[in-house]
């Protein structure tokens, strides 16, 4: 999808441990960064206990991600793109947190709206539901319309949100489906999976990014 939208795709190195020289040259080197799919953060890093709910945890993944990531936003004014769990590291390296389950959300807002965002059935398909993107929003400018359909394939779903960044869509349910920053700079992140839906708001998304990737 980087490709195709114009820019050049670059796999970071997962240094088991970086040093801030590290995260300097790749951040100088770099235009923008995406913050891609995956298993679940180690819950350590907003404050909570793992438990039986996080599944695929890497420790190695979450120190690089959650390190550079910070580094990255505090020390660049380029852009970020996250990408469902890139969604989610966003949101916790920026002093936000997590359900650890959609089953938390359920009991803790007590609403008649249940709707599935988990992969089910045998070949672990991913879900479909709506989105309501909320204006104003950089996310709306982006994609120009206010109810898009979208896939779904995660468990955890954020609760609250960094005060650094504002909801920009929500589910039918009232799931945070997408975050972008306070301010002019281009910090997005979306809960579904772009990569994923040939369509044009999919192109839109990642188009956005690398034209805010190349601005200097
Ligand atoms: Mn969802």
């Not at 100088?28 to 909570?48: A, T």
């Not at 359900?99 to 008649?112: G, H, P, V």
């Amino acid at each position: 999808m980087i490709y195709s939208a114009g820019g050049i795709p670059v796999l970071l190195p997962n240094i088991e441990k970086p040093n801030e020289k590290l995260f300097c040259e790749i951040a100088h080197n770099i235009d923008g960064l995406l913050l891609s799919g995956g298993g679940d953060i180690s819950p350590e890093y907003y404050g909570k206990k793992l438990s039986s709910y996080e599944k695929g945890v890497s420790p190695r993944r979450d120190f690089f991600e959650f390190h550079f990531g910070k580094y990255f936003i505090e020390n660049t004014e380029k852009p970020v793109l996250g990408v469902c769990r890139g969604h989610q590291v966003l949101n916790v390296i920026l002093g936000g947190d997590l359900y650890q389950d959609i089953a938390e959300m359920w009991n803790s807002k007590k609403q008649i709206v249940k709707i599935e965002h988990r992969r089910h059935g045998e070949k672990e398909k991913r879900s479909w539901h709506k989105v309501r993107i909320l204006k104003p929003s950089k996310l709306f400018d982006i994609l120009g319309c206010q109810i898009i359909i979208v896939n779904s394939s995660h468990h955890q779903i954020v609760n609250i949100i960094s005060n650094r960044l504002k909801i920009s869509a929500i589910g039918p349910d009232e799931a945070n489906e997408a975050l972008e920053f306070n301010g002019e700079r281009f910090i997005l992140s979306i809960q579904w999976h772009p990569e994923s839906i040939d369509n044009e708001y999919s192109k839109k998304i990642f188009s956005a990014f690398v034209e805010a990737s190349m601005i200097k």
